[in-house]
């Protein structure tokens, strides 16, 4: 079944004149990324050629993805547009409220037994507005839009930063907060950075233990977290037509890690195959019509150096397995070098657990070769050492991963767990036995994020990305410098022997099954429907609008914290257990940086309370503020808002009284996000005034009644001594950001526009 048929079908339509609208204003041969951001121009046919990197553009993405946790407060926001039916194609997937501890069935039903409230929130909402629902046990959002929404050449938007994995199936995806996605489901133009362009040409050809995981964990090496930031990466050449579709995924879905708006690849058989293995051909009919304009021309991928900004070269026919870790995902260490790398820095060699899923890898490929490393294992006699934990992507991936046999071959390790098809350890819902303990340790996954405290809580728990392949091999050893290749292990008879590479499916030869995929369509008339949020619900809470900017300067502000290194959106709202008070701001606002290191004391959640001296928690002493009608602001360092979407983040901060966050940079979505909510998102003109900001600072704004666009904002920081500093700070406001900030926050202005 093809959902949206009718509107994939309008979108092709539109191409070929816009392509050559496009190519008639550029002027020269098109990427595949300029194809599909000028199809989607808000206004149309292309009039002008934007500037990459710096021209602001307005988009009209095709659809709205939203996981359960950021579709609370997405929707608690679209319940105030005053709309009465969302205006594109929109999806809510209940994923990330379900927690692993003991297995499927029992961690299901707990997880709905403990979140009912939030899940028949969203099945009313979605209901109402038009909206589908994925319930609990259906799937992880990205594997699910993958397996139903995706389509070449499409653009989307989710409130998810892993929306990106859809460019696996050729679409400019894009994580967003959720304020960006009610623009878009209230049928507004939505707006966007026209960004740079990386170009990453694949040659050769993978084989042995080498996976497309291996692709991304190496280009991360390359960029960094932030070195993708502003840029889209475009993957080329005749190594990415050798990958599959859920390959492409998953490098799409790793791009969110180096910083990047999104990654995609350009249209091939892969993806037909995928699509036809789905149960959309009448897809692959419609795009084989327009297949020409659903990559990038010819010339391009000629002359890759001409039109990228940057240019990558990989040759899959060389590349080998890396670990990457601990504590960044950028961290990337080649498997035959990791023993002396970990020895060196005194990493724990042993593991005890190892994670195959997450919605990087958890589809049925990733499940066919880790389950061969496994059935290769058992008929040669070898036990593992680790407990393996498996999360499959999707209700349709387990279902017929369970026809197939895999799931079973799992199991017959003895201490395997078989998780919900939710994302579980990946984003910190799990509960691990022992973790409480602070333990040194290491784990191993397939997942995305490695930050301190991620997976299970534990500060001290070094984990490690690496394939579902590779995840298995460690998990059998029991040691990460195991490397499969050079290796061997001791059989139960005492023999050594060496693990057979990985052999898998593509896609499953019996074709994709599932009994109930968990799907809720909406009502055709939702007018009917009624929303009930309790005033004295602890997970739920409406939203009351922010305050409008009075015009003036901001005077006597305190310095909240001057954050001290990586501060990511974890840092900043935790997950884990603060999961179940996504839907009620004033709750959640309770973990608000309590996981940034404060730099003037080197402690987490310990800040100093200008009023008298004292020192507190950090949510406590900014409440302190609030009610004592003091302003304030929040310092930050490199890459501020590394991360997860969560627009919690911002709204946070913005909730409890603070004006400003002044940092040396941003991570795109985090920026974007303060911008939404009204907050200040400014950048330090020197990035060396960061070392002058004092604990007992008092901070006066001096020009911010001339706040415009391009001009720098003047900052006066007070010292306890008397002495001054004026500090320089940049901004990327345009005038209608402006007006978000002028209006109290992006929702507000929509409110005062409905109205006039």
């Known amino acids: 079944m093809t959902f949206d048929i009718n509107m994939i079908k309008k979108v ?34 292309a009039t002008q050629a934007y500037e990459r990197g710096n021209s602001y553009v307005d988009f009209a993405p095709d659809r709205v993805a939203m996981q359960d946790a950021t579709a609370q407060m997405a929707l608690l926001q679209f319940m105030q547009a005053g709309k009465s039916k969302v205006a594109v194609p929109s999806t809510a997937h209940a994923d990330h409220l379900i927690q692993a ?25 979605c209901d109402k507005y038009g909206i589908g629902f994925w319930k609990p046990g259906a799937g992880i959002i990205h594997q699910v839009v993958l397996e139903n929404y995706a389509f070449p050449g499409g653009m989307m938007i989710g409130t998810d930063s892993h929306t990106v994995n859809a460019g696996g199936l050729g679409m400019v995806a894009i994580g967003v907060g959720g304020a960006d996605a009610v623009d878009v489901m209230a ?8 960004p740079k362009l990386i170009g990453v040409k694949l040659t050769g050809k993978m084989s042995g233990w080498t996976s497309a ?23 080329f050449g005749e190594g990415a037509e050798s990958l599959s579709a859920t390959g492409k995924g998953t490098i799409c879905n790793m791009g969110a890690e180096i910083g990047a708006t999104t990654s995609t690849f350009g249209y091939d058989d892969s993806m037909r195959r995928y699509l036809a293995a789905t149960g959309r051909q009448d897809v692959v009919d419609a795009a084989d019509k327009i297949a020409e304009h659903l990559t990038g021309d010819a010339e391009v991928y000629a002359n890759p150096e001409q039109y990228f900004d940057q240019l990558i070269e990989i040759n899959l026919s060389e590349l080998t397995p890396h670990l990457n870790g601990p504590f960044t995902p950028d961290l990337a260490t080649p498997v035959s070098e990791f023993r002396a790398k970990a020895e060196a ?17 958890s589809s049925y490929e990733d499940l066919s070769r880790a389950a061969s490393i496994v059935e290769d294992a058992v008929a040669k006699g070898v036990k593992p050492k680790a407990i393996l934990g498996i999360n499959p992507g999707s209700e349709q991936v387990k279902y017929t991963a369970e026809r197939d046999g895999f799931l079973n071959s799992f199991r017959k390790f003895e201490n395997a767990r078989i998780f919900t098809n939710a994302c579980g350890p990946c984003i910190g819902q799990w509960d691990r036995e022992g973790a409480e303990k602070g333990e040194k340790n290491s784990i191993i996954h397939s997942f995305n994020r490695n930050f301190a405290k991620r997976a ?9 990305v690496a394939s579902p392949e590779m995840v298995a091999a460690v998990a059998i050893s029991g040691r990460l410098d195991f490397n499969p290749i050079t290796d061997t292990l001791t059989a139960e008879n005492g023999e050594q022997v060496k693990l057979d590479e990985p052999k898998g499916s593509e ?20 007018s009917n429907v009624v929303v009930n949020v309790s005033p004295t619900s602890d997970r739920l809470q409406l939203l009351e609008e922010f305050p409008a900017w009075d015009g003036k300067n901001i005077q006597g502000a305190k310095v909240l914290i001057k954050a001290f290194g990586k501060c990511t959106t974890d840092h900043i709202s935790m997950a884990g257990p603060w999961l179940k008070y996504r839907g009620h701001l004033d709750n959640i606002s309770n973990n608000m940086l309590i996981g940034a290191v404060n730099a003037y004391n080197m402690e987490t959640n310990k800040v100093k309370n200008q ?9 406590a002493v900014q409440r302190a503020y609030k009610a004592a009608g003091i302003p304030s602001i929040v310092v930050g360092d490199q890459n501020y808002g590394e991360g997860s979407s969560r627009e919690h983040a911002a709204m946070e901060p913005r909730h409890l009284g603070v004006k400003a966050v002044l940092v040396k940079s941003f991570a795109r979505i985090h920026e974007t996000n303060l911008k939404k909510q009204g907050m200040l998102g400014l950048t330090f003109a020197n990035e060396a005034d960061y070392d002058k900001i004092q604990e007992n600072d008092t901070v006066n704004f001096l020009d911010l009644d001339q706040f415009a666009p391009g001009k720098q904002l003047s900052l006066e920081f007070v010292h306890a001594d008397g002495t001054k500093d004026i500090i320089m700070a940049n901004h990327t406001y345009n005038d209608q950001q402006i007006d978000w900030f002028k209006a109290g926050s992006a929702l507000n202005l929509i409110k005062q526009q409905e109205k006039n």
């Open 213 to 235: 995981k291996d692709v991304i964990l190496k280009v991360a090496g390359i960029l960094t977290v932030k070195g993708g930031t502003g840029c889209i990466v475009e993957y």
């Open 187 to 194: 049928g507004m133009a939505w707006e966007l950075k026209m």
């Open 12 to 45: 092709y339509e539109r191409y070929p004149e816009r392509i050559a609208a496009a190519r008639q204003i550029v002027g020269k041969p098109l990427t595949l990324s300029e194809k599909i951001l000028y199809t989607h121009l808000w206004e149309g046919n």
């Open 456 to 464: 299970d809580g534990n500060p001290n728990t070094h984990a490690f």
């Open 507 to 526: 896609l499953p030869s019996k074709g994709f099954a599932v009994e109930d995929a968990g799907y809720q369509a909406p009502s055709a008339d939702g």
């Open 101 to 125: 501890k003991v297995g499927a069935d029992k961690d299901l039903q707990e997880g709905i037994n403990k979140n009912s409230e939030v899940f028949n929130f969203l099945s009313s909402v």
């Open 611 to 619: 009023l008298d001296g004292s020192y507190g928690e950090v949510p």
């Open 345 to 361: 820095n005194g990493w724990p060699l042993e593991v005890e657990w190892a994670l195959i899923g997450s919605c990087t890898n």
